[in-house]
């Protein structure tokens, strides 16, 4: 079963960003996800299809690859963009080893029957630099090394509690 097959299993509360190969032809980009929220922090439920893998070499010397971009547009106008690059803080979604990332920690995982291989989500933590102003909405957009194709399977807000 592979999570992401729509042919036989539509997966209704995914966002997923279009590519060459993807069934139904989802969009290149996601504007204006509402949030409507003050954050001290976002967490960002994601995996993908990593098309191309980083070689040990580019390991070694430091290389990123910018997968996406999340895009938080503040109430004001303001926006921040949040980088994500691939193998650091978003991972493929079949591995043979689920295993937390450099950048982001590993949400669930769950063997394939029969096969070597596991699914695997992420979770990202992103510290807002602006907590005391509304977020009014996120865009999920393509990096500039386009090297696979995104999932994002949910988008939480967190505010720090306040001791009283």
């Known amino acids: 079963y592979d999570i992401f097959e729509f042919k036989t299993s539509p997966v209704p509360t995914c966002i997923m960003?279009?590519?060459?190969?993807?069934?139904?032809?989802?969009?290149?980009?996601?504007k204006g996800i509402p949030v409507g929220k003050k954050a001290d922090a976002l967490f960002f439920l994601h995996t993908a299809r990593i098309d191309k893998k980083m070689t040990p070499k580019e390991v070694a010397a430091g290389t990123k690859a910018e997968m996406l971009r999340y895009i938080v547009r503040y109430k004001?106008?303001?926006?921040?963009?949040?980088?994500?690059?691939s193998e650091i803080d978003i991972g493929d979604y079949k591995v043979?080893?689920?295993?937390?990332?450099?950048?982001?920690?590993?949400?669930?995982?769950?063997?394939?029957?029969g096969t070597g291989f596991s699914a695997a989500v992420y979770s990202k933590q992103w510290t807002n630099p602006r907590p005391d102003?509304?977020?009014?909405?996120?865009?999920?957009?393509?990096?500039?090394?386009k090297c696979g194709v995104p999932a994002v399977l949910a988008i939480t807000t967190s505010v720090a509690a306040n001791p009283k």
């Open 17 to 30: 960003l279009g590519a060459p190969g993807i069934p139904n032809n989802p969009p290149a980009e996601v």
């Open 76 to 85: 004001d106008g303001k926006e921040e963009i949040v980088p994500i690059f």
């Open 96 to 113: 043979k080893e689920a295993a937390p990332l450099p950048g982001a920690q590993l949400a669930w995982t769950k063997p394939y029957a």
């Open 133 to 145: 102003v509304e977020i009014s909405a996120i865009d999920i957009v393509y990096g500039p090394d």
